[in-house]
């Protein structure tokens, strides 16, 4: 099988931690290549491919990353390349961050599968978008870096910047405090070993809003086997796709 992917607009960093990009040579011992198209985009719309992934910047409002002059005639090419090839799967990539608006409806068909970064519980957000022919995934990031020799010691912890609501995350620090640690300053107290290893001691890691679908924090903790406690407007990663982490509360 042969997937072109057509990448504009996007920083390089971003390109190579896209998981179809990240297990390139894992995939093709499957007998699954990637064909990358990031400089010459063009050249992938002269022939067939079993499917195409279009990966470019959707965010009008955007830029800094949005140049018309060059994603527009990328998508133009496009559209006549799915009326010249209708074998060609088409692979929508709705890929800006985790936005409830679906950028990819410009050259969304029904039936196209559908790939969305982290979506919601609720898939009716993400309308017109079909929730059935939507497919959840993550950038390839985040580390088992929650790790302590006193895995124990305290029962949850919160050490983060005074963001979000005004007062909301003191108040949490406060709380959190009561039963293991909690800070809310800015800048945080700690080096990035100091409160891995601060993390790793907690059984709970609080995430309290602000962070949300798009924080590498609830990722980080599910990776080194912690539970996360969040709050209703705080969704953690959805690690199975259409499911919840089941250890995933609520304050």
């Known amino acids: 099988m042969e997937i072109a992917v057509v990448i504009e607009g996007i920083q390089e960093k971003r390109v190579a931690l896209q998981p179809w990009i990240y297990y390139k040579a894992a995939l093709a011992e499957k007998n699954i290549q990637i064909n990358v198209f990031q400089v010459n985009t063009y050249e992938a719309f ?29 998508m133009e090419k496009y559209s006549i390349y799915r009326a010249e090839f209708p074998e060609t799967t088409q692979i929508i990539l709705n890929h800006t961050d985790m936005s409830r608006r679906p950028f990819a409806t410009p050259y969304w068909r029904p039936g196209d599968p559908i790939l969305y970064r982290t979506p919601a519980y609720d898939r009716k957000e993400l309308y017109p978008f079909p929730a059935e022919k939507i497919w959840a995934f993550e950038q390839i ?8 020799e006193t895995s124990s010691k305290h029962k949850a912890g919160f050490i983060g ?28 107290p700690y080096s990035k ?59």
């Open 46 to 74: 002269k022939r067939p491919f079993d499917a195409m992934l279009l990966h470019v910047w959707q965010d009008w409002a955007n830029r800094e990353r949005f140049d018309p002059f060059r994603i527009l005639p990328i």
């Open 141 to 148: 990031w985040g580390e088992k870096c929650f790790i302590s």
């Open 161 to 188: 910047k005074p963001n979000g609501p005004a007062g909301y995350r003191k108040r949490v620090a406060e709380k959190t405090a009561k039963i293991g640690i909690g800070i809310s300053q800015d800048p945080p």
């Open 193 to 251: 070993d100091e409160y891995n290893e601060i993390m790793g001691s907690c059984q709970v890691i609080v995430c309290p809003r602000g962070w949300g679908e798009q924080s590498r924090r609830p990722w980080d903790a599910w990776l080194s086997g912690k539970p996360v406690l969040t709050d209703k407007e705080c969704d953690s990663v959805e690690m199975i796709p259409g499911m919840k982490k089941a250890s995933t509360g609520r304050f």
